[in-house]
């Protein structure tokens, strides 16, 4: 008997038989051959417990004996139990015992071919000995040995067992986000009066992460005692003393007015509060643009930021108020190193119905982009959730675009149907966020006490690479 692969069990006609202890003959052999990819070392590291960084940590790998991740020995061990379990013997057999030798490493990308070869066979209690040899590609052993397994002695064959769907949830987006500030100065940040300890934490958390310069804009009597019950150290940091949130936001908005600050952090005031200052039209840092939120999201199962907006700032936008949000979006979007970003304008239908204003604004919106009122993005619209992700729903209704299937902006009807996405793409798709308002003079990063500290350090991320694209503008211009 020889067997190369994988079951395939989403396939309802796979089977899995067995062969029974009368049935083997010295001399018999089965195989399966499978590829070692990161999946498979972080499925196996989530299974066994075996977090160690030389299956896991390119970096570490790159200074270890073998200068590159390599799999877990035992991952080829379970090739061979593969072998056993699902070919030869096959359905019922038992593990008895095993004895392995780890000849060589298996790297990302090795092709493993585990083999079993039948050795001898003990009738007593239905043994059987099996010769056990994993080779890569090149024909070189990997790991070998011999294992003992009881034999089934029932002939059996039924349907193979459906595994479950496996998704690997993984937050290296946020991590290459974090990577391009690298080499970037700390970006002043006035942090409006952030007195509980999340506020004050994620202040002090972006700061050790190199990514803004915190000024702390608050009671400074409360903070300093804020920071020594919760073990924060505050002492590098300038402090400007303001006696409540209001005079808080005030001093905050007066700093990033007056260029002593590049960006504005909210800290444990409400919102509201602080974006009342902001678009104050004597001292607040209102531009020609209308403020507008953007979400970034990182959705384990999409394969780019996902910009959704807006879903914070305004709560039904005109269409005069649309052109300013998506172009926001689209300019964020081309500082996080989107060329061209395209942009999905959302409704609940993807054709036009004068019964639904959104989707007359869409095709507003998609006129205004192809007459140059709209720079810089490739928009269509108006575009159902289902058609605007996914290429194939958009395929299935007939719908031919540069966008459907693959959007890097959401434009979203209202704030209602904006936030309602984004906590979903959160608590059910296991997406990570982060969010920044745009159209002022500065970023300002709007963090919550519910933000992990991904979420904190991505918004600030975000806030520093907008900081520095404005920083560059300016360079660029005073030397034309």
């Known amino acids: 008997m020889h067997a190369t692969g994988e079951l395939a069990a989403h396939d309802p006609l796979a089977v899995i038989d067995n ?23 972080e499925l196996f590291a989530a299974v066994s417990g075996n977090i160690n960084p030389a299956h896991l940590d390119a970096k570490f790998a790159a200074d270890s004996r073998f200068q590159k991740v390599i799999g877990p020995g035992m991952w080829s061990g379970s090739l061979i139990s593969g072998v056993l379990g699902s070919h030869l013997p096959g359905a019922g057999s038992l593990y008895a015992g095993q004895n392995l030798q780890f000849r060589r490493p298996v790297g ?19 043994i059987v000995v099996f010769d056990c040899v994993c080779t890569n590609q090149n024909g070189e052993v990997v790991t070998s040995g011999t294992a003992e397994v009881i034999a089934p002695t029932r002939k059996v064959s039924r349907p193979a067992h459906e595994l479950p769907q496996i998704q690997m949830i993984r937050h290296d987006k946020h991590d290459a986000l974090l990577r391009k500030c690298d080499g970037l100065p700390p970006v002043p940040t006035a942090v409006a009066h952030p007195c509980d300890e999340s506020a004050l934490r994620g202040a002090v958390e972006a700061a050790q992460a190199g990514l803004i310069d915190p000024i702390l804009v608050g009671p400074a009597a409360k903070l300093h005692a804020l920071a020594a019950a919760h073990g924060l150290d505050i002492s590098r940091y300038r402090m400007v003393d303001a006696p409540h949130s209001h005079a808080a936001a005030q001093a905050a908005v007066a700093l990033a007015r007056s260029g002593e600050a590049e960006a504005v952090m909210k800290g444990s005031l409400h919102t509201d509060e602080l974006m009342s200052e902001v678009v104050r039209k004597e001292t607040g840092l209102r531009t020609n643009r209308r403020l507008s939120h953007v979400f970034i999201m990182n959705v384990p199962t999409y394969p780019r930021a996902l910009l959704i907006t807006d879903a914070a700032i305004n709560i039904y936008p005109t269409l005069e108020d649309k052109v300013h949000i998506v172009q926001n979006a689209i300019d964020l979007a081309k500082v996080l190193g989107v060329d061209v970003p395209r942009v999905a304008i959302l409704s609940a239908v993807e054709t036009l119905n004068p019964k639904i204003p959104t989707t007359l604004e869409a095709a507003a919106l998609c006129k205004m982009a192809d007459r140059g009122q709209i720079k810089g993005g490739i928009l269509d619209g108006p575009l159902a959730f289902d058609n605007a992700i996914s290429l194939e729903a958009a ?32 608590f059910l798709a296991n997406a990570d966020a982060a969010g920044i308002v745009l159209g002022a003079r500065v970023p300002i990063i709007l963090t919550s006490r519910a933000d992990n500290v991904r979420t904190r350090l991505a918004s600030c991320a975000v806030a520093s690479l907008v900081a520095a694209s404005r920083r560059s503008s300016v360079v660029a211009l005073a030397a034309e």
């Open 395 to 426: 395929r299935t209704k007939g719908i031919k675009s540069d966008v459907a299937g693959r959007p890097d902006i959401l434009l979203v009807p209202d704030l209602e149907a904006g936030n309602m996405l984004a906590k979903q793409l959160s």
């Open 108 to 126: 990302l990308g090795d092709v493993i071919t585990a083999t079993v070869t039948v050795t001898g066979k003990r009738a007593d209690k239905n």
């Open 19 to 41: 062969v029974t202890f009368d049935e083997i003959r010295i001399g018999q052999s089965a195989s399966l051959a499978r590829e070692l990819t990161i999946m498979d070392v």
